[in-house]
């Protein structure tokens, strides 16, 4: 089965900075790419998502990018603020989605004002 | 906006006892989920139900777990007999896939059910 990789674990970086967080999967048929954002005690929630025929997508301050060719996807936000702090999950999935998500392990992010 | 609904949100429960959690996804949505996440860790996949039937399943969801879509509007996951290991949230989720040209991919969780068992 599919197999997603996630680092660093936590990452802290001073508000204003950009934030960088990689992940790999090991399922070539996969080809779609979520990131989720979890705040404390709250419910995951999609903040932005890239499917495989596309290399890179932007809304605003955060982007992805995918290497299909090496199974690598990223995440970058940029001018972080306090309000970006949470824990983030990329994930993996085939046939665009419906069937079932793989997670990443997450990334704890905190943004220092 | 439409919203996943789960009840109850916190339920605490001895060992062995039979554990029902429902949910009401999202009303045009055809696929629903279960995941879970021990505190701390990542979101595991437990099953998938399109069509009043499993799609997909992992290996979480053995024979002491079970999903049922009873009426129209609800989707309850049951453990029969729960063990200290099944502490955890549980998330449904629902995607609105297979509406031609209407789908994202996009999981739209509930609040969780966040079950303790003692």
């Known amino acids: 089965g599919e197999n997603v990789e996630q680092h660093p674990s936590t990452l802290s970086v001073q508000e204003g900075d950009s934030a960088v967080i990689k992940c790999t999967y090991s399922d070539s048929a996969s080809n779609y790419f979520p990131w989720y954002k979890q705040e404390l005690g709250k419910r995951p929630q999609l903040i932005i998502d890239?499917?495989?025929?596309?290399g890179e997508k932007k809304d605003q301050r955060i982007a992805v990018t995918l290497n299909k060719t090496a199974k690598h996807f990223s995440l970058h936000i940029t001018e972080t603020q306090p309000e970006d702090s949470a824990v983030y999950f990329c994930?993996?999935?085939?046939?665009?989605?419906?069937?079932?998500?793989?997670f990443g392990t997450g990334t704890k992010l905190q943004v220092i004002p | 906006e439409p919203e996943v609904t789960q009840t109850p949100s916190h339920q605490v429960t001895q060992m062995g006892q039979e554990v029902i959690l429902r949910c009401v996804p999202i009303s045009n949505h055809l696929y629903f989920y279960w995941y879970r996440q021990i505190l701390g860790q990542k979101v595991e996949f437990l099953v998938s139900f399109y069509n009043n039937e499993i799609s997909e399943k992992s290996e979480i969801f053995d024979d002491q777990f079970s999903v049922e879509r009873p009426d129209g509007s609800n989707f309850t996951l049951k453990i029969r007999s729960t063990k200290l290991e099944d502490s955890a949230m549980y998330f449904c989720?629902?995607?609105?896939?297979?509406?031609?040209?209407?789908?994202?991919?996009?999981?739209?969780f509930g609040e969780g059910s966040r079950l303790t068992v003692l």
């Open positions: 890239i499917r495989s025929n596309v």
């Open positions: 994930a993996a999935s085939r046939s665009g989605g419906y069937q079932k998500v793989t």
């Open positions: 989720a629902s995607t609105l896939w297979g509406r031609t040209g209407a789908n994202t991919g996009e999981l739209f």
